[in-house]
């Protein structure tokens, strides 16, 4: 078994990989300076202003489609410039808001032949996403499977690629994932602290927390359950995201989604699906 026929063996048995070195320690210090040089271009002139209260604040690019998130409870007009970053829980849409983010999703030497790999010939971008938890007070992303979130066919034509920039650790929150639970089907999702799997649908005791170090890169499928805890350590936990498809998905109406990302009785499952339900 070669090199591509052992990674997509693993990816298609575990639902996931694991790739130790995926950036050079040089990329990781672009990644990390690119974030602080984006947010805190973005703080400075932002394009509109969401939330605040119990709601986190959102700050939206005046010139792009990026936009960050703090962690609840932050008024970014009064924390210190200098500190706002510590203060981040999410970016988005940043993969061309930077050139250090551009060269890592689109086309980078190692990311680029991987995905061939288990997405076949010329994999498409369609979303990116930072997800940092600030130290003491980064916050639980709950168990979920990405899919929920999306309207892409067939379901196992969608692979997240989550990079670690900081050490991540069970401490800090890194990710946790149920190997094989990609074949558990699509699994029913509410919204209690966020958009997430109901009880009773998984047992969290088959979780492995997948620790990485700074350039390690964790790719699973869209359909397996993850979840990271909050991070109550002293450490930063900065990680990259992007989700891929293949070239040859589609997306499809909700109303069709609908009837394929659904539970086994035919309920549907999906995060729109749950918020149209009120639940």
């Known amino acids: 078994m070669n090199e591509v026929q052992s990674l997509k063996h693993e990816f298609e048995t575990n639902g996931y990989v694991v790739l130790e070195s995926l950036l050079t320690p040089d990329e990781v210090t672009e990644a990390r300076e690119a974030i602080q040089s984006c947010v805190a271009r973005t703080a400075a002139h932002p394009g509109k202003r969401q939330g605040g209260g119990k709601e986190p604040v959102t700050l939206h690019s005046a010139s792009s489609d990026f936009f960050f998130q703090l962690e609840p409870g932050v008024d970014p007009g009064q924390e210190p410039s200098e500190t706002l970053e510590f203060k981040v829980r999410k970016l ?54 990405d899919n929920a979130y999306f309207n892409v066919t067939p379901l196992d034509a ?38 997430e799997i109901m009880e009773g649908r998984l047992d969290p005791s ?54 394929l990302y659904a539970e086994a009785d035919g309920t549907p499952a999906s995060c729109e699906a749950a918020r149209q339900q009120g639940i």
């Open 158 to 195: 969608v692979v997240g690629v989550w990079i670690a920039l900081d050490a991540a650790t069970v401490a800090n929150g890194c990710m946790h994932v149920i190997p094989g639970g990609h074949r558990m089907g699509a699994l029913r999702h509410h919204h209690d602290k966020d958009c």
């Open 92 to 145: 988005m849409n940043f993969d061309r808001e930077h050139a250090a983010f551009s060269s890592i999703a689109h086309g980078h030497p190692r990311l680029g032949p991987a995905l061939e790999a288990l997405l076949g010939p010329d994999p498409v971008l369609f979303q990116s996403m930072a997800l940092i938890k600030p130290p003491h007070i980064g916050s639980e992303k709950p168990w979920h499977q």
């Open 206 to 259: 088959h979780a492995v927390a997948v620790e990485l170090p700074p350039g390690g890169a964790l790719l699973f499928y869209g359909m397996l359950p993850h979840q990271t805890p909050p991070n109550r350590s002293p450490d930063r936990r900065r990680a990259l995201q992007f989700h891929y498809h293949a070239a040859t998905a589609v997306r499809i109406p909700t109303k069709d989604y609908d009837r």
